[in-house]
């Protein structure tokens, strides 16, 4: 068999060995030949090896099957389910917040520099034109607000397993974001990533000038990022993997080996081959074959 189909529940649901059972009865109607269910986690993730039969009708024939259950699935070759290079982005994805959002905060225009956001990451505004309004609105704040902003900073749940658990495997994790490296840089040393790369904010004399750094890092230079790591690794785009959740993380997600829409926006779920809607970021180890038990807590 040489493919296998991934079966998740979020924190919060039981995966019941008769919802596995039905995934697999669903394969065997098309003509697959399905082994006996493989679990890595007891009542959160299962394994159903397969063959015969192309993984993209096999995960549509499960997601038909149990149009009730809340579950992530996957569906994919075996041989290359594990990833040795991850580009995550980092808002919304890595981190829970999008932190140009909360430095409007300090200015008082935290909800309309979020609109702009959301339409930029809907892919319904230009991303780089997004980035200089959303800054030119900081102009005048104090670079000190940069420390009192991070202090709100929270983690994904499953970010600090996902890194530390690929990175004691041997995969090199890099945090790629549209948003700006004096965050990036503290979420790679949180977290554990290996490289960052970020936007730069213009500050004279301590003062934000409302003016970005040029060239702004946006969806082509994401795509870039993803391709030169994994030169620079040299490991094939089919043991690559991806994850982010807005229109700039599309392009590396259909380039890369794997690339996950994480509780994405509409337009980015819609044509990412891949999507977790309603588990945390471990729903990525599980889909690469790890057993809970081989989680790591922390970088060593």
């Given at each position: ?6 079966l998740i529940a ?46 993209e009708q096999a ?127 503290k979420v790679r ?112």
């Amino acid at each position: 068999m040489n493919a296998v189909a991934t079966l998740i529940a979020p924190r919060s649901v039981t995966l019941d060995e008769s919802v596995v059972l039905s995934a697999r009865a669903a394969l065997v109607a098309l003509g697959a030949d399905a082994g006996a269910p493989d679990w890595l986690a007891p009542g959160t993730a299962c394994d159903l090896p397969f063959g015969n039969l192309a993984p993209e009708q096999a995960e549509a024939a499960i997601r038909h099957a149990l149009s009730g259950p809340t579950l992530d699935i996957f569906a994919q070759p075996f041989a290359t389910r594990r990833k040795r290079l991850l580009i995550a982005d980092m808002e919304s994805t890595i981190i829970e917040q999008e932190m140009l959002d909360e430095l409007g905060d300090y200015v008082g225009l935290k909800d309309h520099i979020a609109a702009i956001t959301a339409r930029a990451m809907n892919g319904e505004i230009d991303f780089k034109e997004a980035v200089r309004e959303r800054v030119a609105l900081l102009k005048g704040l104090k670079e000190s607000v940069i420390d009192e902003v991070w202090q709100r900073a929270t983690l994904m749940p499953g970010a600090a397993q996902l890194i530390a658990t690929m990175r004691a495997n041997g995969a090199a994790c890099v945090l790629v974001s549209g948003g700006f490296r004096c965050f990036t840089r503290k979420v790679r040393d949180w977290v554990g990533f290996n490289d960052d790369r970020g936007n730069g904010l213009e500050i004279v004399d301590g003062v934000m000038t409302g003016l970005v750094e040029e060239p702004i890092l946006d969806k082509d230079s994401k795509l870039e990022a993803l391709l030169a790591y994994a030169g620079e690794h040299r490991v094939p785009m089919v043991e690559t993997m991806a994850v982010g959740d807005g229109a700039n993380d599309l392009p590396m997600l259909l380039a890369a080996g794997l690339g996950v829409a994480y509780h994405a926006k509409p337009s980015v779920a819609a044509e990412a081959r891949a999507r977790v809607d309603h588990g945390d970021l471990t729903a990525l180890l599980y889909a690469q074959g790890y057993r809970i038990d081989e989680f790591k807590d922390r970088v060593s």
